[in-house]
DNA sequence: TTTGTTAGTGTATTTTGTACGCTTAGCTTG
DNA sequence: CAAGCTAAGCGTACAAAATACACTAACAAA
């Protein structure tokens, strides 16, 4: 099943979103390229990880193989995002070259599926299966000229990682297993971009049932250590297949 | 620009729904089809609107382009939903014959990029354009089996429109552009499946800013007539760029 | 022991959701 | 032409949720 042939007209591409109690980052990978011109400033070689997916592959294994492949990280979840598939996407010179040399095939025009995910940062490096120390966390706000229509790609999947958080409790995807509420709402607000009030926050989060106190505190900070808790998903299920809101 | 090679890697199909004030409708298309081995019955032969996308074409344009051609319909807002990668998704004999009859190319596989829309089902059959006769509302109840994952598809778009109706109102696309507050509280109920109460439907609608009533009656009912209303989609816009709601 | 810093709780007010009953306008039917 | 049917449209009382705002508690560092 591996060793197939690539699909040359067909790619995924993966914006995996990760969190370090300050701001949002997207995981980057270098871009190793020799150009026939001159080499080119780091900033402008670095992309998604996204690859041509094989002949006899499922889009969706694609993406989760591709993002095995280029940064080590398995069994991620990966969500559809949307295709992106204007015929000049590529038209860059630079970005063909690139293409035509990695891959060894004619290429005249790929339509990528770009896929986002969100995870929890420390899960990145403290795996040792990184296959190739070229994978980055780079803050959303200096991303800087991506290879491609990349920073189109990652704009789209900014906003609707916002859109999704309109719907679902998805930001306890992106921290540890245990958190702080202070880390929670950080986190929101840094989604949202808009600052909330603690206090009605943590009483929204009171009539949750699938966030749980651990019992366990934090240590060795330097003021009143605050409560770990956990997100409960078999609890958050179960509270999810109720009702059903609609908007006017 | 229009006559261009076919890309024989990527399709897309348009799943449009339509209301007749009394259920949700699909937009299907029949098959012509000569099958080598024995002809099938009509229930096998609807499809969705779709076909491959040419070599220089943007995906959202193919789309377009496509739905125009099979069913007349123009200017209509079309959605990405989702692509259709797996690989056998067209190991159906049938639907193979099919598309190397019609396209006369060597055809290994084909992903598909599937789009949504919301019509008015009067638009379609007041339009002279109508290009060919096959085109036919099926009302989403008794789909039958349709050709390729068509099903699946639809399945899927049925999903995305309930979970759409979550955050936008989205409802007013399939009305008429004067209607009647019970025509669209009968909207919402089909679409998410449950009895409304209309008082407070009324009452929730009172607040928008963005439902005008026009002074016109309906006419010619065996009760009351009622009021018929406009969506003002300026005041949409405007009113829809205020807060930002997050859910927990 | 004092100081700085964030955790964590409480209350009053406003807004929104929900449940339910009655009157009104027009057509239909005897 | 009057009585009756049907859906339109309004109003009220109660519950739940969003919002605004102020204080005490626990720990580390100085």
Redesign the interface.
Known sequence: MKQNRL?P??SVDCVVFGFDSKQLHVLLVKRDFVSTAQIHAVKKDLKLPGSL?Y??????NAAARVLKELTGLENIYLS?L??F???DRMKNQIDREWLSQTTNLPI??V?T?AYYSLVKIGQLFSQKKLKRQDAFWVPLKDLGQLAFDHNIIVDYAVKTL??K?????V?FELLPSKFTIRQLQDL?EV????ELDSRNFRK??AR?PY?QPTGEKEKGVAHKPAMLYKFHRKEFKKSKSGH?????
């Open positions: 699909n007209h067909i997916v002949e006899d592959e499922d889009i969706d559809q949307k295709i598939g204007h015929p005249s025009r339509v599926v916002r859109l958080l309109q719907k679902e409790p930001g929101y989604i949202i971009g808009r929204k989060l949750l966030l059903f809101d609609f908007t006017l």
